[in-house]
C-alpha cells in the first residue's frame, strides 16, 4: 500500500477537503497529513488521515517517504501561503522521488499557462482521479 502525503497549511480547508473525497472514494492508500501549523493538521485528521503532524521538519521527512505528495500548487514555492512555506518545505517537495499531485489554488497568486480554469470541486476531482492512477501504478 502506497503512503499519499497531503500537505496544507493555514486552515486546512484545501487538505481536508482533499482527504474527505479520498475517503469516500476509498482509495487504498495511508494518508499522512502535515500541516504547516496545528489548525491545518487537526482539520485534515478530523477529515479522516491515517496519522498528522505539523511543521517544517515534518514536511522534510514525510516527503523522504512519500510515495505520493498532494496540496496545493504553492507547496513547492518559497515563502508561499503568507510566508507559511519555508524554502527548506519547498525544497522538500520539489527534491522528492515522490510522484506529486499539485493543484492550482487561485490565491497562489500563480497561473499555469495552458491549464484549463476548473473550480475548486472540479479541481478536487481531477486530484483524486489522478491520484486513483498512481496509487494503483506499480
Do not use: W
Amino acid at each position: 500500500m502506497k503512503t499519499l502525503l497531503v500537505i496544507d497549511g493555514q486552515g486546512g480547508g484545501f487538505g481536508r477537503a482533499l482527504i474527505e473525497r479520498l475517503r469516500c472514494e476509498g482509495l487504498p492508500v495511508r494518508l499522512h497529513a502535515v500541516g504547516t501549523n496545528s489548525l491545518a493538521t487537526s482539520a485534515m485528521l478530523k477529515a479522516g488521515a491515517d496519522t498528522g503532524a505539523t511543521g517544517e521538519n515534518a514536511v522534510l521527512v514525510g516527503c523522504r517517504h512519500a510515495d505520493l505528495i498532494a496540496g496545493p500548487i504553492g507547496i513547492v514555492m518559497a515563502n508561499s501561503m503568507m510566508g507559511e512555506f519555508s524554502p527548506a518545505m519547498a525544497a522538500a517537495v520539489a527534491e522528492s522521488t515522490a510522484a506529486r499531485v499539485l493543484i492550482p489554488v487561485s490565491r497562489c497568486d500563480t497561473y499555469v499557462a495552458g491549464a484549463t480554469e476548473l473550480n475548486f470541486s472540479q479541481s478536487l476531482d481531477k486530484a483524486v482521479e489522478l491520484l486513483r492512477r498512481l496509487a494503483a501504478a506499480e
